[in-house]
């Protein structure tokens, strides 16, 4: 049974498996399975469910992906790793929606593990998928992209077509959903967290989709001489400790308790577990924590 932990510990545990992944061999050229000693744990099987109104989990048991329904279609963000892909497409028809009725695929952040099955979603649905300035070449290129703080022991992800561009602040549509993008730099140059608002009869909750904030470099990178980065981290954090957010869904879904929290609801635990207005800057101050100990450690080298 998991138990509650800390949200720090939680971090560290996570730090450490991506410390595990980084130091595996690189993906096979076909996109089809990444060979990383985290991803058998990442792509475990989980049973999809409604978060909240028209939100719902669509992901695997280790990486999140959302899908936010409309009788006029849907929004689906994040891919997770390539193998996830499948798995993500029989949630979504598992809970009664078509694949083919996603319009459009958003992402956090262009990293294999979060964008590497976009490509394959994007075949199935033929859905817009939309990306920051700095996360969009890397989409279509393929690859890791060359600014990215993990360049050069990431496994690449696959090419992705047709990508287009938003803003910093812009509301993504699909009928009457919507969606606002902001962007949280820092672990990557391009990461983008999303909300929204989902209803349940006249109870309208603030969604935050918020993306990974974790400072993990190739060996030799230094944040420390990289101000647009330290700039972009002092963006997102800000941007956690000011928006309005009633659900918290994390990149990494332990990360915000996610698993603890379903248990909970599950035993009927009143109020509902899954809202916590304080999440967001809970989770903003432990990666301000986590980057602080992170600049000591530079200044230490
Ligand atoms: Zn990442």
Redesign the pocket.
Known sequence: MLRPRSLQDQVAALLVLLTVTLSSPLLSAQYSKTDCASCKVWNAPQQPFKIYGNTYYVGTHGLSSILITSPSGHILIDGDLPESAAQIRDHIRALGFRIEDVKLILNS?V?F??AGGIAKLQQWSHARVVASEPSAPVLSKGGVGKDDPQYGILPPIAKVKHVEVFHDGDVLRVGDLSVTAHLTPG??PGGTSWTWKSCDGPQCLNMVFAD?LTAVSAPGFKFTEHPDLLKGFEKSFAFLETTPCDILITTHPEISGLWDRLERRNQAAKPDPMIDSGACRALAANARGQLQKRLESEGNH
Do not use: K, M
């Open positions: 952040h990293h593990d979060h672990h990557t990974s």
